[in-house]
């Protein structure tokens, strides 16, 4: 089954690179690795270039 690829317009994804930036940002401040982020939110850490495709 292929998988439909999804639009994001342009100001949406502004919006998820901003709260990106802002968790990696409180994540450093608080010394705890990505993946320890997950591990807390009981979500998988997967590459950036995984979700990119």
């Known amino acids: 089954m292929s998988r439909r690829k999804q639009t994001i317009f342009p100001k949406h994804q502004m ?9 990696k940002v409180a994540r450093k401040r608080r010394k705890l690795t990505a993946v ?3 591990e807390r939110a009981d979500i ?3 590459p950036i270039s995984n979700r990119k495709r």
């Open 15 to 23: 919006t998820l690179e901003q709260l990106g930036e802002n968790i």
């Open 36 to 38: 320890q982020v997950a």
């Open 44 to 46: 998988v850490r997967t």
